[in-house]
């Protein structure tokens, strides 16, 4: 399967726990980048990525929200102490890098806070 | 601040009608112009990209652009009950890197 792979596909974490969402982006992609959908709201860009670089991360929360896409691996969205409005569908775009290049979409990471 | 506003809807058409869903953005830097689909608890799946003046045709769907009146709008043609989902309306925007804006998505339902 050469898409964006995310996993995992459902997280059910307690308020205080950590939550970790993986992404891998499509074969030929070095570009990732990670969007949250709250319920009944549109798709908010959070973080923008390149292999060991933050491009962009001004649409992430100031505390608990990290982003990081290591030289090996996948990208890696960590969420310390989570809280009830945590509670969304975390999707992971990956791209060429260009803005004329579209993105491509994995299937989502839902996250469901206890 | 850069918005995108898609503000009719939902809307509903008869199978085999025209469905045609608008969106329009606050930013004349706009670069680059998307239509995703989202069916319901699926992720967005990219349909249609459009950068210049005109329109752009694949297949049934019919993208059309329009940088002087800031709006970029969707065709489908033929409107299949399958086509039933929540379309999003997606910009790039000139010095922003290339994340995407999205508007808040039409619901489309295509009635048999």
């Known amino acids: 399967n050469a898409g964006v792979m995310q996993n995992p596909r459902h997280l059910v974490r307690r308020r205080g726990q950590e939550a970790r969402l993986r992404c891998s982006p499509m074969?030929?992609?070095?570009?990732v980048y990670w969007y949250r959908q709250l319920p009944e709201e549109g798709l908010k860009f959070m973080v923008y990525?390149?292999?060991?670089?933050?491009?962009?991360e001004s649409g992430m929360p100031k505390e608990r929200f990290s982003a990081e896409f290591p030289k090996e691996g996948p990208s890696i969205l960590r969420i310390q102490q989570v809280v009830r409005g945590d509670s969304a569908a975390y999707f992971c775009?990956?791209?060429?890098?260009?803005?004329?290049?579209?993105?491509?979409f994995g299937d989502g990471t839902r996250l469901s806070i206890l | 601040q850069k918005e995108v506003e898609q503000n009719s809807g939902p809307l509903s058409v008869p199978e085999g009608a025209i469905a045609s869903l608008n969106c329009t953005y606050s930013?004349?830097?706009?670069?680059?112009f998307f239509w995703y689909r989202q069916y319901s608890g699926k992720s967005p799946e990219l349909i249609m990209s459009?950068?210049?003046?005109g329109d752009k045709e694949d297949g049934r769907f019919t993208a059309q652009l329009n940088k002087a009146s800031q709006y970029v709008s969707l065709l489908i043609r033929d409107s299949q009950p399958s086509d039933s989902a929540t379309y999003l309306c997606?910009?790039?925007?000139?010095?922003?890197?290339?994340?995407?804006?999205f508007g808040k998505g039409i619901t489309l339902s295509v009635r048999p």
């Open positions: 775009a990956s791209s060429q890098g260009y803005s004329n290049q579209p993105q491509h």
């Open positions: 074969k030929g992609h070095s570009h």
């Open positions: 990525l390149q292999k060991e670089n933050i491009i962009d």
């Open positions: 930013d004349r830097g706009s670069q680059s």
């Open positions: 459009i950068y210049s003046n």
């Open positions: 997606a910009v790039t925007y000139t010095g922003a890197n290339s994340k995407l804006t």
